[in-house]
């Protein structure tokens, strides 16, 4: 670890070799058959166990390029500003992106704070005091070493790459020095007197400042968590992997306060809740497992820390991360600010700072792992399909609404169909091009279900609905349409009712 402790092992252009280097060594631990059966070490032996049997890579179906082709083809993510020719590491979410990012943020929201009574949110400002960040330590160690090659100008982290020269050419590199990975800018409209601010590089800060803020107005005991989802910006020198380690990404994390001595404890559940997470989402758990950091690893203000990896196309590379800070924020804060940071438990009668647990994930790289794993190809009836089995939850499209031509008596009818049901779920119209070229499309977006109006439909009031990942058809009647798909959406089986007429998948 370097970066001062603000840790992140970083899959780029060498991550591969140093991620299988710590996997062989060493200090970091993969859980496995030894390791004592805690909630968290039971989540990731459960991963390992998978992985043991052999399934250790991805499927060869998975590459990053057919990843990044997918996303430009059909509207996904786009390189950024690339009309100028793009600008590096910099990515635009397009109309299926957006709504597919938004509900990796929704399910992220919706599991940590609507369906518990312990979380709070919070939308703190990217542009904070330059004080948060010389107590944060962010100033001083929020660093990278960078080398750069005396030849093709290159520029390197120095812990990343193997040998003594320059990756790209065998150049001679500089000695390494500190590079701070902070974007600054100015605040104020007299460039000479205006005061240097930071874009910040992680959403903690914003939610360690406003804690007590939090507790005096929401009346809520310990363990509380303050959570917030926005955007961070790290000037990383070697970004890359689409959209896996960009300069500007955003983050979803959750501070959860707890008091001293149940910390390990709180770990040990937030660990299993945020792997359960993934998994619950449709990450198959054999490309999930746990990875406890080594003494050496550890941040400087983490006690301990978990990373939830992922198996990406180039190695088992982190997801997100789940430290215990303990007190050090708050000390931190309290110190640098003059203000009291303690909470008073009134139960107990006593006074304390809170340790703090946080699970800290980044969206870009939740929906590139959940991308990569729904992505599949297969043949049907002897054509290539490309599909992917996104959780329904995530799917940017849930239905859509398909006449199986574009006949001016079908149209009235489809739309009364697409009518009746956008108010409920996200739906999509089209009746451009063939009926299988229109499947195709919704197929590789993660559509999972199409609902096709027939000429049968003028006279029986019934459409099709089509499921993605079994190809079966059932034929049901308008009336209660949204009715079905509702179930079906809520994940209610799709199997052929007897009244229902079906086609198998061949
Ligand atoms: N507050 C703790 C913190 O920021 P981190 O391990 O540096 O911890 C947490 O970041 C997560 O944020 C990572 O696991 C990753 O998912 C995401 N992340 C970090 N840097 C990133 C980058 N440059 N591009 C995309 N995602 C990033």
């Not at 400087?300 to 990373?307: E, F």
């Not at 215990?324 to 009668?349: M, P, V």
């Not at 919704?442 to 009031?461: A, H, M, N, Y």
């Not at 089509?466 to 959406?489: C, F, H, N, T, W």
Request: net charge negative; charged share 30%.
């Amino acid at each position: 670890m370097t970066r001062g402790g603000i840790a992140e092992p970083v899959p780029s252009v060498s991550e591969e070799s140093r991620s299988s280097q710590r996997q062989k060594g060493s200090v970091a631990r993969i859980l496995n058959e030894d390791t004592p059966l805690t909630p968290a070490n039971k989540a990731a032996k459960l991963s390992s166990d998978a992985s043991e049997k052999g399934d250790l890579s991805m499927p060869a179906k998975v590459d990053m390029d057919k990843i990044v082709s997918l996303c430009k083809r059909r509207g996904l993510i786009f390189p950024s500003s690339e009309i100028y020719g793009g600008l590096a590491s910099c990515w635009d979410y397009g109309p299926m992106g957006v709504e597919l990012k938004r509900n990796v943020k929704d399910a992220w929201w919706k599991a940590i704070i609507h369906e518990r009574d312990d979380v709070v949110g919070l939308d703190t400002s990217i542009m904070m005091h330059p004080g948060v960040w010389a107590a944060s330590g962010h100033i001083d160690s929020f660093t990278d070493p960078l080398v750069e090659c005396k030849s093709c100008h290159l520029r390197w982290r120095a812990d990343t790459i193997e040998g003594k020269g320059c990756p790209k050419c065998g150049g001679e590199l500089t000695e390494p020095r500190m590079f701070n990975l902070m974007f600054k800018t100015s605040m104020g409209p007299v460039e000479e007197e205006a005061s240097t601010v930071y874009l910040r590089p992680e959403t903690a800060q914003g939610i360690f400042v406003n804690f007590d803020n939090v507790i005096t107005t929401s009346r809520k005991k310990l363990p509380l968590g303050i959570a917030q989802i926005g955007k961070s910006f790290r000037n990383e020198i070697t970004p890359g992997n689409f959209i896996f380690r960009t300069r500007e990404f955003e983050h979803m994390e959750l501070e959860y306060f707890v008091k001293p001595g149940t910390d390990e404890k709180w770990l040990d559940y937030w660990v299993k809740e945020r792997f359960d997470w993934y998994a619950k989402l449709g990450i198959r758990k054999e490309n999930l497992r746990l990875r406890q950091h080594g003494k050496d690893e550890l941040a400087h203000y983490a006690r301990d820390c978990y990373d939830v990896e992922y198996l990406f196309p180039m190695g088992w590379s982190e997801l997100e991360g789940i430290a215990n800070r303990g007190d050090f924020d708050l000390i931190q804060h309290a110190k640098h600010s003059g203000r009291e940071l303690s909470y008073y438990d009134a139960e107990a009668g006593e006074k304390y700072v809170p340790y703090v647990i946080e699970p800290s994930a980044g969206v870009d790289r939740s929906v590139l792992a959940f991308l990569i794993d729904a992505y599949d190809e297969e043949e049907v009836e002897g054509e290539k399909r490309t599909l992917l089995h996104l959780h329904r939850s995530l799917a940017p499209i849930k239905v859509a609404v398909l006449p199986l031509s574009r006949n001016e008596k079908l149209t009235p009818l489809a739309k009364e169909v697409f009518n009746k049901l956008c108010p409920n779920f996200v739906t999509d119209y089209d009746d451009s091009q063939s009926i299988g070229r229109r499947y195709r499309r919704q197929d590789e977006i993660g559509t999972p279900f199409c609902v096709t109006i027939d000429f049968e439909s003028l006279e029986d009031k019934q459409v099709t609905i089509r499921d993605r990942d079994s190809l079966a058809q059932i034929r049901v009647p308008i009336e209660g349409l949204d009715k079905i798909l509702e179930a079906k959406l809520k994940g209610e089986a799709f199997d052929a009712s007897p009244l229902w007429a079906t086609r198998e998948k061949k």
